[in-house]
C-alpha cells in the first residue's frame, strides 16, 4: 500500500555524528562543533529533518499528552468517576495542581525544543547554500518552515486564549531564529499572521519540489513528511481557527480535490471484514503521520484492560453515547475491545498494530469535509460534504439539513478519539457547556478552562 508518512526509523539514534542519540534535539550550546558536522553534507540536513519528526510521537507531544492523554482528559472523553486520581483533577481543569503543571511544561518544552532545531536547520540551510541545493534544498527547508508553523499552532490552541471572542490577547511566542534567549509574547492575531506565513512559504517550495503533486503519496520507505496537501490542509485548519470561513473553505477543497487519486478512503473490508488486523487508523486517509514504533504502548498504558480500573482512560459504559445514530458505524466495533473481563469496552485503536500502521496522526482528510461542511455557503454542498464521510463509514447519510451541526459535533467526537483533536474543536467555538462522563453532569465552560497557563520555566524569565 502506498503511503504518504515519515519512515524515520532509528536515523538519528544509529548515526555516529551526535554524542548521544538525542544530544542535537537537546539543543546544548556546546554542540556547535557536532552541528557543523552534522551539516556539512545533504544527507546530514535530511537526518537532523528526521531528527524533529522522530521527536514528535514524543510522549510530551503526539505520543501521550496532544493525542490521547491531556488535551482528551480536557475534552472529557473519559470516565474517572469513582476515583480522585491526578487524570480526574485534571478533568475538573484544576491546573493548579504539580501534576496539570508537569504535564503542560513538558508540552511546552519539548515544543518549543523542537522550533529551536527548526531554526537551526533553517540557519545552517542559509548558511551552506553550496551543500543543500536543487529541489532536496526546497524540500528540506519547506518542511522545516511546515513544522514549525505546526509547533507554533498548536502551543497557541493549548496555551492562547479563546480566538473567537480574545483574540487580541496576548499568547505565545512565534521563534524564528534558534536562541537560548526568551522571545516576546505576541497576541493571537499575530501569532496566526505568522503561522500563516510560514505555512504560504512551505507551500511555495514545496509546489516545486515535492513528488508527492506529480507522483502521488510514496512507498513506506521514502520520506514524504509533511508534504504539500497537509501543509495546505494545515492551512484550512488553521484559517478555521481564525474564523477566515472562506480561505478555509478554498484550502479544504483543494485537498479534497486529490482524494480519490491520492488518499482513497478506505475500503469497507480492510476495517470491517479484516478480523485479524483490521485497518483500525483508516490509513490510505491520512495526509500525514509521524511514525512510532512504540505506538502499541499507547494501549499499553492508557486503555488495557489489564490495567487497574483507576488507571483505565475510558468513557466506559458511556461509550454507545458516541454512537447513537448507527452502531453499524465502522468507528465502533473494530476500535472498541469487547469481550474483557471490565463491564465495558476498551478503546484499541492502537492495540497490536501491523508494522505498517505504526503512525501517530496528526491530519486526516476527513477533517478537510469537516471543515467544507462548516464553511460552505451553499447548504446543499455542505450537507453533501459531511455525508461523504458518513457513507464512508457505513452510517446513514443526513437527508435533513437542520440536523447538520449537531452530526458535525457527534463526527468530531467519532472521528478524532484518541487524536487529540476534539479539545481544540470545543475552544474554536468556544463551546458553553460540555458533558463530564466523570460528574455526570454539564460543566459550565469559560475562558479559565479553556486556556491552559504557560509553564512557570516560561513565565519565570519574563
Known sequence: MNRKYILIGLLVCITGIFSGCHSWLDVQPEDQVTDGQLFSTESGFRTALNGIYVELSNNALYGGELSVDAV????????????????????????TIDYAKSKFAAVWEKAYSLIANCNKLLEYAEKNEEVLTGKM????????????????FDMLRLFGPVYATNKADLSIPYNTVYSISATSLLPATQVVE??????????????????IIEEGPQNQDSEDGLNYYAVKALKARVYLWADNKAEAYREA???TAVQEQWFPWTERREIMDNTRNPDRIFSSELLFAAYYNAREEIFTNYFSPTLEPAQVYSPKKHI?????????DWRNRPI??????RDYRCFHKYEDVSSTEVWTKLIRMTEMYYII???????????????????????????????????LRDEYRREFFGEGQLFFYYKRLNVKVLHSYSENADLDMDAAKYVVPLPLSETDFR
Open 320 to 328: 454507545d453515547d458516541l454512537f447513537t445514530w448507527d452502531l453499524l
Open 72 to 95: 482528551e482528559i480536557l475534552a472529557q472523553r473519559y470516565d474517572f468517576s469513582g476515583n480522585t486520581t491526578n487524570a480526574y483533577r485534571l478533568g475538573t481543569y484544576n491546573y
Open 336 to 341: 472498541w475491545l469487547e469481550g474483557t473481563t
Open 137 to 152: 534544498r526546497k524540500m528540506i527547508i519547506g518542511e522545516a518552515m511546515a513544522l514549525r508553523a505546526f509547533l507554533h
Open 373 to 407: 461542511a462548516e464553511t460552505a455557503t451553499d447548504e446543499t454542498e455542505a450537507l453533501d460534504a459531511l455525508n461523504t464521510v458518513l457513507f464512508n463509514r457505513g452510517v446513514k447519510e443526513l437527508e435533513d439539513k437542520t440536523q447538520l451541526a449537531g452530526m
Open 194 to 211: 505568522k503561522v500563516l506565513k510560514d505555512l504560504d512559504e512551505a507551500e511555495r517550495l514545496l509546489g516545486e519540489s515535492d513528488p
Open 253 to 255: 477543497k483543494a485537498v
